[in-house]
């Protein structure tokens, strides 16, 4: 090295002339194979006799070109190591800079042919350094320092000498036997950056474009020929990322090359687009990544197939190991497919589908342990860079919002199978604190691209969605939206529902207090308490009901654990709740109905994806007992989860700009048919569930959906929903001037009693149902105090609270007969209860169920006051001025009376052949004599008229004399009668009911 560094020009022709380096590194590995046949390193010689007698009784001597065994060294003293880095260094020059700042005279010595001699003809030589890695460490990083990175001009020059395909075959050839160690990476590393710098080259080159397609083929056909783990993957992967951080499509975050300087823009969009194209030609997207990400399911096997390596290294933490590997072509395959259009779409539903099937296996265990923020970002939240490689097609421009609307579509499908694969990591002590760290930052990601494509849509009030749903896109796109992302949210949520109710048994609360869901009705409520949302203050500056926080609490212990996967799934319900919501609100039932249905076959399919026990007990070892049991569970599970999910949709939809903004038809109708799915499927029947250990009780989702129809009543009477009656219009007057009269206050309850009535009916079962003794806590509003705590409530107490105004609303507004209809069935229903009730000695509870039902039978008492009242008016209003009538008055009243006799049981207009003059005598004289009730009935039961002829009569005689009893048991006076008495009158009419 002294000899060439100070011998100028014609001492590095006389070696280059000579072949001395060449000369010198066949001799060198020759030598050190010998001493390594001599274990002259192992067990070095006491004497000079005794070396002479190791090679002379070697039983075959070692020539250049003779056949033998191990053709590398396995051992190169430190001390030739360092003697070839400085022999490099006077060849090369010192490393001074990028070549492209290099000065002129460093430029040729750098690309002299001695340089390049001492580079591919020593630094290079694999047959010397392919044994050694901690040896053949510092020689290639000298290599790397000087012709790797990202320098377009040293890859040329390395290009122009050797291909890229003899370049990876050769290293793959000495090092994918060596096990992970830190000498392994060292080396793995500079590889990948001279690697780098010739795909940079390749890729920039504009006379050839095929020689970048040529490179990128041999960079695919490599990685899909090493198994993940080995330094032939790791090569490949690193310098590809490398070239996308380069780039700055990928985050810096997650290579580990040196980042270029932040210029020439224009040049680094062409390199990347074309890489991608060369990507997409090579079917990275649709074979090659689905394939190396579940190569398993193809294989068979339970565990990631990797190379069979020497002396593995059991503490080694480094970046060479599968799950690094994996988690880097997963970065690249969202990247690839995000710019392969509708292919890239299929090619992630695939892959989706068999990542779900590989993580169920038990195949991925681990496949994202050490994964943090940087990569989950770069999944789900790409550099703005990417956007110019993909413009819009509706406004030719570039656009953030649609890049990560197509990456969300990308990324989605493949959710699940990761969340499923960190939870088979859960069982594992060492890894669990791994596994919680990469799922929360998996969903803070998920949460965070949610918020920031459909944050907007899904944080307004019904008010403000409904001036977007003339803008036909916005309408389409959010109805699609809830169409292809609400199936993985509803599987991400189960599999956690899983793993908390299988491995967090002993720590679950059983019996204890369920904390209840509260609607807002202003922005400003929703952004300062949400207690089931995921927050997220680091990123946004608005906080989010679907950004991602878990709660501050001690992650060490399983109690702390649980509540993470807790908070994890609810900020998932509210995801999915939030993109039902806003689809039911501009779709109506038409979109509603499909997009229920799909939500109900995706836990229909859950019990074929949540069998996570596979791993431990084979399919054909289980006893039928246990699968009854497993298939139970799951139905369980998939019960609880959708009671919550209803609860979160309706809890939603009840967001409006003030408290009596009324639904529209749209809203109206699609909560309508959710009120009666949740009718038809029995969510709020009594049954088993693993989060209630006696039975009898609600299950606190059962309660969560309760208290959400209780808030969906509520909503009902604040807005008029319960008032059929025509009232007389309201205006007001000011300075003799009348302002326009006020709307028809039943146009709400046209909207709102579908909604209303399968409420009520629910609600009245439900209470033969709940026991006293359960417990809810309302948390606080946002108007309360932040220091004011929750409050505890019997759920009994709640009920009968809400019906007793909701019953009062129904029926003081509702028509006559429709009101004494949900009387009669509210009572019969709290009859029902009261008897339960003392059958189980629970005195509190029939003590209010009683005082429910004497309210309810008041309140129809007065009812029949209020109509006979209106009867008599009507009378009076309508013969008082009969002679001066009109003759279109007349008419009217003609019509309006012959349909009344119809409907209260009288003959059909003109068949007994009576004139219509006399109609409103007979009129007159058919009041005379009638009893109490508004209701007129004929004489007897529903007899027909002598001889069977005649047209027959309407009648309903088991409410006949109900005005008259309700006056009798009640009485004019002022003191509350006992419920027992009440019961006692009405025991008649409310078994002619039951």
């Not at 246990?626 to 959708?642: F, H, P, R, Y």
């Not at 529209?664 to 209630?692: H, M, P, T, Y």
């Not at 002829?949 to 109900?962: K, T, V, W």
């Amino acid at each position: 090295a002294d000899y060439l560094r100070a011998g100028g020009a014609r001492v590095h022709e006389e070696a280059l002339q000579g072949g001395i380096l060449h000369v010198l590194a066949a001799c060198l590995r020759l030598s050190l194979l010998r001493c390594q046949r001599v274990k002259f390193f192992r067990d070095p010689p006491d004497s000079f006799e005794s070396l002479k007698n190791r090679f002379d009784n070697l039983s075959e001597e070692i020539y250049p070109q003779s056949r033998h065994e191990g053709t590398s060294p396995s051992f190169i003293p430190p001390a030739i190591s360092e003697a070839c880095v400085a022999l490099l260094e006077a060849c090369c020059g010192l490393p001074v800079g990028d070549m492209d700042d290099l000065s002129p005279a460093m430029q040729i010595r750098r690309t002299s042919d001695s340089a390049l001699t001492a580079v591919f003809g020593l630094a290079l030589d694999l047959d010397l350094w392919g044994g050694d890695p901690a040896a053949a460490a510092p020689v290639i990083a000298f290599v790397a320092e000087r012709y790797g990175g990202t320098s377009f001009t040293s890859g040329y020059i390395l290009r122009s000498q050797v291909s890229v395909q003899y370049f990876l075959d050769c290293i793959r050839l000495r090092y994918d036997g060596f096990a992970a160690s830190a000498a392994v990476e060292d080396v793995s590393h500079q590889f990948s950056l001279i690697l780098q710098s010739m795909l940079l080259s390749s890729l920039s080159n504009r006379r050839s474009i095929s020689q970048g397609e040529h490179d990128v083929s041999a960079c695919m056909s490599a990685l899909t020929d090493s198994s993940l783990g080995s330094v032939g993957a790791h090569i490949v992967v690193n310098a590809i990322v490398g070239v996308l951080a380069w780039c700055e499509v990928l985050p810096s975050e997650v290579s580990q090359t040196v980042e270029g300087p932040g210029r020439d823009d224009e040049r680094k969009m062409q390199l990347a687009s074309r890489l991608g194209r060369n990507l997409l030609m090579a079917q990275f997207h649709d074979v090659i990544a689905p394939m190396i990400l579940s190569r398993t399911v193809i294989s068979g096997e339970r565990t990631l197939s990797v190379s069979k390596t020497v002396n593995p290294d059991s503490d080694y933490t480094g970046s060479v190991k599968w799950q690094e590997h994996w988690q880097l072509i997963l970065l690249l395959f969202s990247w690839v497919s995000s710019i392969a259009g509708a292919e890239g779409l299929l090619a992630a539903k695939s892959a989706g589908s068999l990542l779900l099937a590989s993580g169920v296996a038990g195949s991925l265990k681990g496949a994202l342990w050490g994964s943090g923020q940087d990569l989950m970002n770069g999944l789900f939240l790409p550099p703005p860079a990417i956007a110019l490689m993909i413009g819009s097609t509706i406004r030719d421009e570039w656009s953030y919002t649609d890049l990560l609307s197509d990456r969300l579509q990308i990324m989605m499908p493949l959710v699940p199978g990761m969340v499923i694969s960190l939870i088979s990591g859960l069982s594992e002590e060492d890894n669990l604190q791994t596994s919680i760290v990469a799922m929360r930052e998996l969903l803070r990601a998920v949460g965070g691209t949610f918020h920031r494509v459909f944050g907007g849509m899904i944080h307004s009030t019904g008010g403000a969605r409904r001036q977007v749903k003339n803008r036909r896109d916005g309408f389409a796109d959010s109805i699609k939206a809830a169409k292809i992302y609400v199936p993985h949210l509803v599987t991400v949520v189960m599999a956690l529902e899983y793993c908390i109710a299988n491995y967090f048994t002993d720590t679950e609360e059983l019996e204890g207090d369920v904390r209840i869901l509260r609607p807002q009705t202003s922005n400003e409520d929703i952004r300062r308490t949400d207690l089931e949302s995921w927050v997220d203050l680091s990123t946004e500056s608005v906080i989010s009901e679907i950004s991602v926080d878990s709660p501050k609490t001690d992650s060490s212990g399983k109690l702390g654990i649980q509540k993470i996967l807790r908070s994890c799934q609810n900020g998932a319900l509210n995801t999915a709740g939030g993109l039902l919501s806003n689809a039911m609100n501009l779709g109506g039932a038409g979109a509603s109905v499909p997009l229920w249905h799909a939500v109900l076959s995706t836990f229909g399919d859950s019990r074929l994806v949540l069998d996570l026990d596979s791993t431990k007990t084979e399919k054909s070892e289980k006893t039928d007992e246990e699968g009854t049991k497993s298939t139970a569970l799951i139905n369980s599970l998939a019960m609880d989860v959708l009671c919550r999910l209803i609860a979160i949709v309706l809890v939603k939809s009840l967001k409006r700009e003030f408290q009596w903004e009324v639904w529209n038809f749209e809203l109206s109708s699609a909560v309508s048919g959710l009120i009666l799915l949740v009718e038809e499927k029995g969510l709020l029947k009594i049954r088993s569930s693993s989060k209630v250990e006696s039975k009898g009780l609600f299950a606190p989702d059962q309660v969560v959906l309760l208290c959400a129809l209780l808030d969906v009543l509520e909503y009902g009477r604040d807005a008029t929903g319960w008032c059929q009656l025509a009232l007389p219009a309201m205006s007001a007057s000011n300075e003799g001037k009348t302002a326009a009269p006020m709307g028809d206050l039943s146009e709400s309850s046209k909207l709102l009693l579908p909604v209303l009535l399968p409420c009520i009916r629910l609600l009245l079962d439900a209470v033969l149902k709940i026991p006293g003794t359960q417990k809810v806590i309302i948390p606080p509003t946002g108007s309360t105090p932040a220091t004011t705590n929750a409050v505890e409530q019997s759920l009994l107490a709640r009920v009968l609270g809400e019906l007793d105004s909701t019953l009062t609303a129904a029926i003081v507004g509702l028509t006559f007969s429709s009101a004494r209809d949900i009387a009669l069935n509210s009572m019969a229903a709290l009859r029902e209860a009261m008897v339960k009730f003392e059958q189980s000695k629970d005195e509190d509870s029939v003590g209010r169920c009683g005082e429910l039902l004497t309210k309810v039978a008041e309140e129809l008492k007065e009812r029949y006051k209020a109509e006979r009242r209106l009867r008599d008016t009507a009378l009076f209003d309508a013969y008082e001025n009969r002679e001066e009538a009109t003759s279109s008055g007349e008419q009217v009243a003609e019509e309006s009376i012959a349909v009344e006799r119809l409907l209260l049981g009288g003959d059909v207009p003109g068949a007994d052949g009576t004139n219509q003059e006399n109609s409103g005598n007979e009129r007159r004289s058919s009041t005379d004599g009638v009893s109490e009730d508004f209701v007129l009935f004929h004489q007897g039961s529903n007899e027909t008229p002598q001889g069977g002829e005649g047209p027959s009569r309407l009648g309903f005689a088991q409410y006949e004399g109900l005005g008259a009893t309700l006056e009798d048991c009640l009485g004019a006076d002022e003191s509350t009668p006992a419920a027992d008495s009440v019961v006692s009158a009405l025991a008649p009419y409310l078994d002619a009911w039951d």
